[in-house]
């Protein structure tokens, strides 16, 4: 079946770092892939999401490029800030259009 | 403003009661869904309702039931079988688009089973 595979973390930057978090998927077909972050104690919100192969999803800053022929998604910020920590998941929504499946979260702690 | 509220926020349970968790959206919706998560294991798909009285099991439906009598409305109950309940539990709804539309989430319920 359909699965995402996303880095471990923590992952602990200074503010003003490079971020990258990586995440792979495998879908039957041509999936829409997401990047939701979720603040503690809070639900998830969607961040960004490309829909079709080399679409690029922008917003806040981060970006992440749908690479079909290396089945990633990897997200990035060019310069991270306090309020970036967060966990984030990344997600696909497949040939059933009935779910959505997540990675296991990054948990990022940016340090002033 | 439109969204999805659940409520309790957190919720406290004696071992072998039942507990229902509500979720309520004003988004006008079609698909409603109830994942569960625990730390380090990301999000796992309890059950989903794409149209009114109509639901399906996810990947950890057992000890669990849920009802859709109307479209604003998917509560969860968390029954005496469920042999781990201990977690927090999120309901998303979403745009009956397909694949390409996103889930919106509620804050979650932290459920403690004692």
């Known amino acids: 079946g359909d699965s995402v595979t996303q880095m471990e973390g923590p992952v602990t930057l200074s503010e003003e770092a490079c971020l990258t978090i990586?995440?792979?998927?495998?879908?039957?077909?041509?999936?829409?892939l997401f990047w939701y972050v979720q603040y503690p104690g809070e639900g998830l919100q969607l961040l960004l999401k490309?829909?079709?192969?080399?679409d690029k999803g922008s917003n806040k800053g981060f970006e992440a490029t749908y690479r079909k022929e290396t089945t990633s998604f990897h997200l990035e910020k060019g310069s991270v800030q306090v309020s970036d920590s967060a966990v984030y998941f990344c997600?696909?929504?497949?040939?059933?259009?009935?779910?959505?499946?997540f990675g296991a979260g990054t948990r990022l702690t940016v340090k002033p | 403003d439109g969204g999805i509220t659940q409520s309790p926020k957190y919720l406290f349970r004696k071992e072998g009661q039942n507990v229902t968790l509500s979720c309520e959206q004003n988004?006008?919706?079609?698909?409603m869904y109830w994942y569960r998560q625990d730390p380090g294991q990301g999000l796992r798909l309890i059950y989903y309702?794409?149209?009114?009285?109509d639901f399906q099991k996810g990947d950890i439906a057992e000890g669990y039931s849920v009802s859709r009598e109307k479209k604003e409305s998917f509560p969860l109950t968390v029954t005496s079988a469920q042999k781990n309940p201990t977690a927090f539990y999120l309901c998303?709804?979403?745009w009956g688009g397909g694949r390409n539309s996103p889930l919106h989430f509620g804050n979650g319920t932290r459920l403690t089973v004692t």
């Open positions: 998303a709804s979403r």
């Open positions: 990586n995440c792979t998927y495998t879908a039957t077909g041509y999936p829409s």
């Open positions: 490309a829909t079709k192969a080399d």
């Open positions: 997600a696909l929504s497949g040939r059933d259009n009935n779910d959505m499946r």
């Open positions: 988004l006008n919706h079609d698909a």
């Open positions: 309702s794409q149209i009114v009285n």
